[in-house]
Nanobody, 126 residues
Framework: QVQLVESGGGSVQAGGSLRLSCAAS????????MGWFRQASGKEREFVAA????????DFADSVKGRFTISRDNAKNTVYLQMNSLKPEDTAVYYC???????????????????WGQGTQVTVSS
C-alpha cells in the first residue's frame, strides 16, 4: 500500500519561506513522477508543481514560478517543495501526489495522480 506523508507546513509572514516534505513508502518511489497541489478554503484543488521520475524535468504553475522549487531525493524516498517569497494567496492545504505510471514525465491534472497524502496547512499572513 502506497503512503505519502507531508510535513513542513505552518504559519509564516509574507515574504517568508517554508520547505514542505513528502515521504513515500509502499513501492519504488524513484520510478514515479510526483506532484504538489494545493487547495484554498472554498476553492478547487489546483496544480502547483511537478517533477519527473528522474528529477530531470520540473514545471510549475504560473502563480508560483520563480518562487517555488520542487526536488526529490530518491535515496530518501522524499520529494520537497521549497517555497520562497510567500504571499497571503499561497495560503492553502498542500498535498503531494504520486503518479501511477512508471517512468513518467510531468503531469498537471489531479486525475493523473493515483496516490495522495493527507495534506499540510500553509498559512501566510500579511
Amino acid at each position: 500500500q502506497v503512503q505519502l506523508v507531508e510535513s513542513g507546513g505552518g504559519s509564516v509572514q509574507a515574504g517568508g519561506s517554508l520547505r514542505l516534505s513528502c515521504a513515500a513508502s509502499g513501492r519504488t518511489f524513484s520510478s514515479y513522477a510526483m506532484g504538489w497541489f494545493r487547495q484554498a478554503s472554498g476553492k478547487e484543488r489546483e496544480f502547483v508543481a511537478a517533477i519527473s521520475w528522474s528529477g530531470g524535468h520540473t514545471d510549475f504553475a504560473d502563480s508560483v514560478k520563480g518562487r517555488f522549487t520542487i526536488s526529490r531525493d530518491n535515496a530518501k524516498n522524499t520529494v520537497y517543495l521549497q517555497m520562497n517569497s510567500l504571499k497571503p494567496e499561497d495560503t492553502a492545504v498542500y498535498y503531494c501526489a504520486s503518479n501511477g505510471i512508471k517512468y513518467g514525465d510531468l503531469y498537471y491534472g489531479a486525475n493523473d495522480y493515483a496516490y495522495w497524502g493527507q495534506g499540510t496547512q500553509v498559512t501566510v499572513s500579511s
